[in-house]
């Protein structure tokens, strides 16, 4: 140390001001050196994962944690979310300025002269024409081909789920994508078939995703949920909300009739069961009358079964002779040219 600062002295203090320059520039350029390489030393957030990429090629993928990287322009570190993360994208096509003020106009969604502007409206099975607004979740499964589509992703998504859309809802009527006419909306085939129309969707998005993948063009994503507000044009709106009041009234006049016809039945059935109780009693009275005016008969018919006619009246006559004979003062009996006669006395008959 003694010679170096003797060595100091001798150079003069303009020599000695050098020597310290270069000192400061040479612990400056060490500073700057271990900056420089743990400047790709950085924390991964939980929702997020990290690419590394190495002289333009990917080198590995790493999740949330401390990240050891070389320093640029060796390796380059590119944050994208996790793959448990979801990323939403509104489908640009049913979402135009214009349209978004049908959203908040009276009359509901209308379409546009403009061919362009019409792209949120679509052809269902039975030619119904829908409106739909509609958003996408997706997840990254694939950091690596997400990392190659980069800014790819979205555009191809939104086609993929267009196209989607167009064949899912070729094949449904109106009323199993919304609710159209209250009549068919509690059919529990036509609501089920509604609450599947997402889920169609999904699966839809996802097998195109697939095909991509295995023609070595994958996107990276796949699609989690899928939410759409599908509406009618205004002025087929107005036609159902007035077909909905016509079947209203409809209804409120077919109650009315079904009343007024039970409350006819009603007096119908009473009026039947007052005439058919009277019948009934008036004829088990003629039926008894008749019974206790037959009944001697019908006692001597079954007293005397073996008998001929002649000698049941000759018997009949004889049992009821006696209490009227018995009856009289006296009886004087004449015999004349062989014949009986009875006489009794009292007035000429």
């Given at each position: 140390?003694?010679?170096?600062?003797?060595?100091?002295?001798?150079?003069?203090?303009?020599?000695?001001?050098?020597?310290?320059?270069?000192?400061?520039?040479?612990?400056?350029?060490?500073?700057?050196?271990?900056?420089?390489?743990?400047?790709?030393?950085?924390?991964?957030?939980?929702?997020?994962?990290?690419?590394?990429?190495?002289?333009?090629?990917?080198?590995?993928?790493?999740?949330?944690?401390?990240?050891?990287?070389?320093?640029?322009?060796?390796?380059?570190?590119?944050?994208?979310?996790?793959?448990?993360?979801?990323?939403?994208?509104?489908?640009?096509?049913?979402?135009?300025?214009?349209?978004?003020?049908?959203?908040?106009?009276?009359?509901?969604?209308?379409?546009?002269?403009?061919?362009?502007?019409?792209?949120?409206?679509?052809?269902?099975?039975?030619?119904?024409?829908?409106?739909?607004?509609?958003?996408?979740?997706?997840?990254?499964?694939?950091?690596?081909?997400?990392?190659?589509?980069?800014?790819?992703?979205?555009?191809?998504?939104?086609?993929?789920?267009?196209?989607?859309?167009?064949?899912?809802?070729?094949?449904?009527?109106?009323?199993?994508?919304?609710?159209?006419?209250?009549?068919?909306?509690?059919?529990?085939?036509?609501?089920?078939?509604?609450?599947?129309?997402?889920?169609?969707?999904?699966?839809?998005?996802?097998?195109?995703?697939?095909?991509?993948?295995?023609?070595?063009?994958?996107?990276?994503?796949?699609?989690?949920?899928?939410?759409?507000?599908?509406?009618?044009?205004?002025?087929?709106?107005?036609?159902?909300?007035?077909?909905?009041?016509?079947?209203?009234?409809?209804?409120?006049?077919?109650?009315?009739?079904?009343?007024?016809?039970?409350?006819?039945?009603?007096?119908?059935?009473?009026?039947?069961?007052?005439?058919?109780?009277?019948?009934?009693?008036?004829?088990?009275?003629?039926?008894?009358?008749?019974?206790?005016?037959?009944?001697?008969?019908?006692?001597?018919?079954?007293a005397n079964a073996d008998m001929s006619r002649g000698m049941q009246m000759s018997r009949l006559y004889y049992d009821r002779i006696g209490p009227i004979l018995k009856k009289a003062g006296h009886v004087e009996v004449v015999a004349k040219d062989g014949t009986a006669r009875l006489l009794l006395p009292g007035a000429t008959p």
């Open positions: 140390m003694s010679s170096a600062a003797e060595d100091m002295r001798d150079v003069g203090p303009w020599g000695q001001a050098v020597a310290l320059s270069f000192r400061f520039l040479l612990l400056g350029a060490v500073v700057i050196a271990i900056g420089w390489l743990v400047s790709n030393i950085r924390q991964v957030p939980p929702d997020s994962q990290a690419v590394v990429v190495r002289f333009g090629a990917i080198a590995r993928v790493q999740g949330p944690g401390l990240l050891l990287a070389w320093p640029k322009p060796i390796e380059q570190v590119v944050l994208v979310p996790a793959a448990a993360r979801q990323i939403q994208l509104p489908i640009a096509r049913f979402l135009d300025s214009e349209k978004e003020s049908f959203m908040t106009s009276t009359f509901g969604f209308s379409p546009s002269d403009t061919a362009r502007l019409n792209g949120g409206f679509l052809l269902t099975g039975d030619s119904s024409v829908v409106h739909l607004v509609a958003q996408v979740f997706y997840q990254i499964n694939d950091a690596e081909a997400y990392m190659v589509a980069a800014d790819h992703v979205g555009p191809a998504l939104q086609r993929l789920f267009i196209a989607s859309t167009v064949d899912a809802l070729a094949a449904r009527d109106l009323d199993t994508v919304l609710v159209a006419r209250p009549e068919i909306a509690a059919r529990n085939a036509e609501a089920a078939r509604r609450e599947r129309l997402r889920g169609d969707l999904v699966n839809a998005v996802n097998r195109r995703l697939q095909d991509l993948a295995d023609k070595g063009a994958g996107l990276g994503i796949t699609v989690s949920r899928v939410d759409l507000v599908p509406a009618i044009p205004g002025g087929a709106k107005n036609a159902f909300d007035e077909v909905l009041v016509v079947t209203q009234e409809a209804e409120q006049a077919i109650a009315g009739a079904h009343t007024g016809a039970e409350m006819a039945m009603q007096e119908a059935n009473q009026s039947k069961d007052r005439i058919t109780t009277n019948a009934t009693a008036a004829a088990e009275e003629r039926v008894s009358g008749a019974t206790v005016a037959t009944a001697s008969i019908a006692a001597l018919g079954k």
